[in-house]
């Protein structure tokens, strides 16, 4: 995957460093020791000074990670209001959704009460009224960021388990840099995702003022990221059966199961 590029200071910063370092070799080289000699190193060394001093200067375009966990919490916190007022009860599913111009679309869906049955998705209305899985339909709060990674930042999901894991912990620790550590345990229908340094624990907090109910009926972009990923790599329902935080380490743990396919018991 393609990583976040150096800003133009820290570039500037180290061709200049670099071309220091080619004038210094070719004095070396050379092995002269006159007077155009000396103009070569006192250049080599002003170059070098100036690439420090504009490597120094690298700032990225950052924000502070609090508020950025705040972005998409209000928003998390709404929809699973809303979801409440119609008597919805159940944790949400990640659906893939095969389709021939995208390959594989995840769609999240909540049932009305737990233990029912996943829903074939013939179409994207947001109320389901089968009565073996009534429920909504919604957009996953990660679909977008899911979609960008694919595009923007080449990432290739894979279709192993394992391989799935990696790809996590490439996109949490060294493309949006938001964890610390991540570590993804699978074994038979289960998936364990633990966050460690999780930077945007700010929002995790705000939604689970709410309630911590809404952590696993419609999570906040992060950890929908993960079951998004898992359900498109694996091409099978992910439900969220539990999102535990741990505010002193900022860390979180996402349970998550595999699901046969649609039209089976959950």
């Known amino acids: 995957m393609r990583r976040i590029p150096f800003g133009e200071h820290a570039t500037a910063g180290l061709i200049l460093i670099g071309t220091a ?19 070569v190193i006192l250049c080599s060394a002003v170059f070098f000074l100036v690439g420090i001093f504009f490597v120094t200067l690298q700032k990225g375009d950052s924000v502070d990670a609090d508020i950025a966990g705040l972005l998409a919490a209000d928003a998390v916190v709404s929809t699973a209001r809303h979801a409440a007022d119609l008597g919805i009860a159940g944790n949400g599913f990640v659906i893939p959704v095969r389709n021939a111009a995208d390959g594989a679309t995840p769609v999240h869906f909540v049932p009305v009460t737990e233990g029912g049955g996943i829903p074939e998705i013939v179409d994207t209305y947001s109320y389901l009224t089968d009565a ?15 979609t960008t990674l ?22 949490f620790e060294d493309v949006l840099e938001i964890a610390d550590r991540v570590e993804t345990t699978v074994s038979d229908d289960q998936i364990v995702v633990e966050i460690r340094g999780y930077r945007l624990f700010s929002g995790c907090v705000r939604v689970r003022e709410e309630s911590a109910k809404i952590c696993t009926m419609y999570p906040c972009p992060a950890c929908s990221l993960v079951a998004c990923i898992f359900a498109v790599g694996l091409d099978r329902p992910v439900a969220i059966r539990q ?21 089976t018991d959950a």
Not at 26 to 36: N, Q, Y
Not at 132 to 146: F, N, W
Not at 243 to 248: R, S, V
């Open 21 to 39: 370092a080619v004038l210094m070799l070719v004095l070396v080289f050379t092995a002269r020791s006159d007077l155009a000699s000396a103009s």
């Open 132 to 146: 073996a899985c009534p429920g909504i339909l919604l957009v996953p709060s990660g679909r977008t960021l899911l």
């Open 150 to 171: 694919q595009k923007e930042f080449n990432l290739h999901v894979p279709e192993e388990s394992e391989a799935i894991g990696t790809a996590v912990r490439e996109v």
């Open 243 to 263: 999102i535990a935080a741990e505010q002193k380490t900022r860390s979180l743990t996402i349970v998550c199961g595999i699901l046969p396919g649609p039209g």
